[in-house]
């Protein structure tokens, strides 16, 4: 209370203040009539001249009911609907990149958010003064391919980061989210350091997101993350340095709801089944587990001045033979499993080995919201109708023909989102259906080579698409776009590979 306030105190409400007190600072309730008494003795009471009765009546009533009001409020029992409002989550920010020292010493200490770029553990050990740092991102982006995806070339003298930068880390108190991406020594971290670790983890109560892309984590390592007592989101992509032992500790994580094992190729379809052990898990990515897309190494993988990349080796030998009999990835039988998810709402199985059948099984997860379902083993169109009505995102590629587009429009009223693309069997007519689908915002029709210009008449007319994509279709000219574009009011995107045409309208 400042001054002003204190010379103004005769106006409080003593009935209010009993009624605020009592509930909240086990006040007990003042004498108020003595309290009248008193100040009238003072000359603090002034006489007003007599009011009307009814005036008198009406004062009475609103005197009451602002009582009522007040002990109503007071008193209310606090059940389960009127719990606090959770803390609102700070605003995510886009990360500042620094390489060098000279880089970090530059920025504010009130900076949230630093992308480290092939720096070093001096690097690491300079960010100490950002005071506010929440999230820290640590790249070597030469060691982020797979598959045929394009390489890059390591610099001459590379930077490494590596375990030593972890007590940096460690000492930045406000974190809520780490990204490994590429960086393989910084989590190579020796049996005598994994205690260390493990003390930092629980020192961070705010750290709710960690990411170790691109490198060779190992099993002991994934089995001491739940010290991290607040992780809600796990991301081991393309990450070949742990076996079997994986899912016991990730299980460990009862709080996790994203998680991320793409490109994890020594991860089995049994592994796979039992996550639905995970209470709260609402987001999985198990895509790219195929035998093929297995991590680059920028062409540093020195195995005689790095071992970690000898016993990838072994591991990558040992699990062939699984793949060769269907054991690894999204089979049906982990599809089968994940359906069995209380709380899945986003799955991305892409190139995995299931079957129609499987999908059919995975429609018993209810809560299902997003599939990306590229590759697979057929193209049966009959799984659609076992999908959630629900489904609002999903994403084929394969020989799918008119009869899954028939299917989809018949049978996903709340479809906005819709993936078609390199789905070569798919003709006029299966476009026709699917863009009468009033629910449709977003159509990505890429590289489909069954289809004619008389496609754009359809497309015309779905005048409640807000995105195409229309790139590497032959048919597709200057013209259809600029129709497109003006027969389309709430169209936002088109793609097209059309030279000179702009991607928005």
Not at 1 to 14: K, Q, T, V
Not at 197 to 220: I, Y
Request: overall charge negative.
């Amino acid at each position: 209370m400042n001054a002003h306030d204190e010379d103004d105190g005769d106006r409080d409400d003593p009935v209010m203040d009993w009624a605020l007190g009592e509930r909240l600072g086990g006040e007990r309730k003042p004498d108020l009539v003595a309290g009248v008494r008193e100040r009238m003795s003072m000359g603090h009471v002034v006489v007003e001249p007599e009011r009307p009765q009814w005036t008198r009546v009406w004062v009475a009533a609103a005197a009451l009911l602002g009582i009522a009001v007040v002990v109503a409020l007071a008193t209310w029992p606090k059940g389960p609907e009127s719990r606090a409002a959770p803390a609102q989550q700070p605003a995510e920010v886009a990360p500042v990149q620094v390489s060098t020292v000279a880089d970090v010493e530059g920025l504010p200490v009130t900076t949230r958010a630093v992308e480290v770029v092939n720096g070093n553990d001096d690097v690491i050990a300079a960010l100490k003064r950002l005071r506010d740092l929440e999230v820290l991102v640590v790249r070597e982006p030469w060691n982020e391919a797979f598959g045929l995806s394009p390489k890059m070339a390591a610099p001459v003298n590379p930077h490494r980061v590596t375990p030593a930068s972890w007590a940096s880390v460690f000492a930045l108190s406000k974190l809520r989210r780490i990204e490994i991406s590429g960086a393989g020594l910084m989590t190579r971290i020796p049996a005598a350091g994994l205690a260390g670790f493990a003390n930092g983890l629980e020192s961070k109560p705010l750290l709710e997101a960690l990411a170790f892309r691109f490198v060779d984590t190992s099993s002991e390592l994934l089995a001491i993350l739940d010290k991290a007592r607040n992780l809600r989101s796990l991301d081991l992509s393309f990450n070949h340095g742990f076996d079997e032992r994986w899912i016991d500790a990730v299980l460990k994580l009862r709080g996790l709801r994203a998680l991320s094992l793409k490109g994890c190729q020594q991860v089995q379809a049994t592994e796979i089944a039992r996550l639905q052990e995970l209470p709260e898990l609402e987001q999985l990515d198990v895509g790219r587990i195929d035998g093929i897309n297995w991590r680059n190494d920028g062409g540093v993988d020195d195995t005689d001045t790095y071992p970690i990349f000898k016993e990838r080796l072994a591991v990558q030998g040992a699990r062939w033979a699984l793949l060769s009999r269907g054991g690894l990835g999204p089979t049906d039988d982990a599809l089968e499993g994940l359906a069995k998810c209380p709380r899945l709402r986003v799955l991305d199985i892409a190139s995995g080995r299931w079957s129609s059948a499987g999908l059919t099984k995975l429609g018993e997860c209810r809560t299902l919201r997003v599939l990306n379902a590229f590759g697979g083993q057929d193209a049966n169109a009959t799984w659609v109708a076992a999908m959630p009505r629900e489904l609002e995102r999903l994403e084929v590629c394969g020989n799918y023909t008119d009869a899954f587009c028939a299917e989809v429009a018949t049978h996903l009223p709340q479809l906005r989102h819709l993936t078609i693309a390199a789905c070569d069997r798919i003709s006029d007519q299966g476009i026709a259906a699917i863009s009468a689908m009033r629910s449709l915002r977003v159509l990505d029709m890429r590289q489909m080579r069954g289809l004619t210009a008389a496609c754009v008449d359809s497309l015309a007319n779905a005048t409640w698409l807000e995105e195409i994509d229309l790139r590497h279709c032959d048919f597709v000219t200057a013209e259809h776009v600029e129709r497109l574009r003006g027969a389309l009011p709430n169209l936002k995107s088109l793609h097209s590979s059309v030279p000179g045409q702009p991607r928005g309208r």
